[in-house]
């Protein structure tokens, strides 16, 4: 690894507890209608998640273009290169590496779903982006859904999809794998120990309280996760700067879940 990637590396993992909490506002074409849910204002979403002051944001390349400039320096920037439809409708990689450098991005991430028809399509996606990202030093952060077409290619968390997950992610030479936590702790323990570079949870899947996804990601640190990366359950549960809050006390203060929502003034 060059010094290039460690110092962009370093401003990720910025804190001094040596963990991650990012905000995902990347959702793009997956999202569903853009006139509901938490990022129906897209513009103002950002601005509630960074009033929580994460670590670092991942978004689309466009929307960076136009909303970043207001927070420069204020978190760690990570362009979201994948754009992928659960139907595989929609399957392009919208940014690359160089893209990255030019909007003075920290990281480049690359959504992928895995099974299925297409996943070796996915997987070179990853491959590609890693080997044209060595030349600027541009970490790459994978973000790999397990997909189980007995239920019509449904996003699972099961513990042998997870591990498989997180085994194309490193396997692929990426930085920082981001999956989503199995619900067990022994599987996911086992998992993270077992893999060479940094694990960190998504958010999802979307809990039915703001309570749930942070006992979830409280588990998943314990297990080794070096962190979360949360959108749904950042700004799909009412305030989002107090649910920002909340998952930086449970991050980087090590609080349980119920003292966290309390110190973030729930």
């Not at 754009?83 to 399957?91: E, M």
Request: glycine share 12%; aromatic share 8%; net charge neutral.
């Amino acid at each position: 690894m060059g010094l290039g990637t460690k110092i962009r590396l370093s401003r990720l993992f910025s804190h001094s507890s040596g963990n991650l909490f990012g905000g995902a506002v990347d959702h793009f074409v997956g999202y569903g209608n853009v006139r509901e849910g938490g990022l129906a204002d897209l513009p103002g979403a950002l601005a509630r998640v960074m009033a929580g002051q994460p670590d670092y944001i991942s978004i689309q390349p466009g929307a960076a273009r136009h909303l970043w400039s207001a927070y420069a320096g204020k978190a760690a920037l990570v362009i979201q290169a994948g754009c992928f439809t659960a139907d595989d409708r929609i399957s392009q990689l919208i940014a690359t590496p160089e893209d990255a450098v030019r909007y003075g991005a920290d990281a480049l991430a690359v959504a992928i779903p895995v099974r299925g028809d297409t996943e070796g399509h996915y997987i070179r996606w990853l491959t590609d982006t890693v080997n044209a990202a060595a030349r600027f030093e541009m970490p790459v952060v994978a973000h790999v859904y397990p997909r189980d077409y007995k239920q019509g290619g449904k996003i699972v968390f099961t513990p042998d999809e997870i591990a498989y997950a997180v085994r194309i992610g490193f396997e692929t030479g990426v930085d920082v794998i981001k999956v989503g936590y199995t619900g067990d702790f022994d599987s996911f323990q086992e998992t993270v120990a077992t893999c060479p570079v940094p694990i960190v949870i998504a958010g999802g899947p979307k809990t039915d309280t703001l309570l749930g996804a942070l006992t979830q990601t409280s588990d998943a640190l314990r297990a080794g996760a070096k962190g979360a990366v949360v959108g749904r359950n950042l700004w799909g549960h009412g305030d989002t700067t107090m649910a920002a809050r909340a998952f930086k006390f449970v991050i980087h203060d090590g609080l349980s879940a119920e003292k966290a929502l309390a110190a973030a003034g729930a």
